[in-house]
């Protein structure tokens, strides 16, 4: 009976240790996401004051010099303000404070913005950007809007950051649900002629901090956040992602 008991006592406290230790993980990981949410938006706002004065200076200047110092300035600022605002999306993922907001939009203003920033992204990098919309498709859809554009803009952003010659294509169109007429789902498509992905690695490429062997191996900037917070919006909203390898290799 005393042997018994002695092993009682022992799971006893071991159950209360873990216990004890799951509730200092919890109290950990919520100070960590409420630092890290804290700290996203208090850098944010003196980096668009530099980027605000960066583009002052680059517009009263004429002289080549400047405005080629200027360019580099607002190149890793836009980059620094793409990783916080990425570390920010994943702090409230975890934290479950990511809101879904399923409301009516015109899909030609979605692909309208998305076009305006693929264009833009293609542009400064001397990329071709083309679009294909099919004229079939429905002018009104219920989503979140916001998110969805979201999602397609990293997949922009990376077709851009990945690819050196050639250019991005965004395609779109809308697929019949069913037998009803009303119901139908928005197929968005993002395709380049850049780097690729080896077929290996298309399992991982959702993982936070997951980043190709050709993205390292081309010493192309990145974190390896957007995809992973991608997936996780598209989760979020029932969405599907899908990705597609390319023979192509790096040079």
Do not use: W
Request: proline share 3%; with cysteine; aromatic share 4%.
């Amino acid at each position: 009976d005393l042997h018994l008991c002695d092993r009682r006592q022992r799971q006893m406290c071991i159950r209360d240790r873990l216990e004890e230790a799951m509730a200092e993980a919890r109290r950990s990981s919520k100070a960590k996401g409420i630092f890290l949410a804290n700290m996203s938006h208090e850098i944010r706002t003196p980096i668009n004051v530099i980027l605000g004065m960066n583009e002052l200076i680059t517009r009263s200047s004429d002289r080549s010099e400047i405005r080629e110092y200027t360019s580099k300035i607002q190149s890793a600022g836009d980059l620094l303000l793409s990783i916080i605002n990425n570390i920010l999306d994943v702090t409230q993922i975890e934290s479950g404070k990511m809101i879904t907001a399923v409301k009516p939009y015109r899909t030609d203003s979605l692909i309208s913005e998305l076009a305006s920033i693929g264009s833009e992204l293609c542009g400064k990098k001397g990329l071709d950007f083309d679009t294909e919309f099919s004229p079939q498709m429905m002018s009104m859809l219920e989503g979140d809007k916001n998110h969805l554009r979201q999602i397609v803009t990293n997949f922009i952003s990376n077709a851009v950051k990945y690819t050196e010659s050639g250019g991005v294509k965004l395609s779109a169109e809308t697929v019949p649900c069913g037998d009803d007429e009303k119901k139908a789902v928005l197929r968005i498509t993002v395709s380049d002629t850049g780097i690729g992905i080896p077929s290996k690695e298309l399992e991982h490429i959702f993982e936070v901090f997951g980043r190709g062997k050709n993205a390292v191996e081309c010493a192309v900037e990145g974190t390896g956040l957007g995809l992973a917070i991608s997936k996780d919006l598209a989760d979020s909203m029932g969405c599907l992602l899908y990705t597609s390898p390319s023979p192509r290799d790096c040079s």
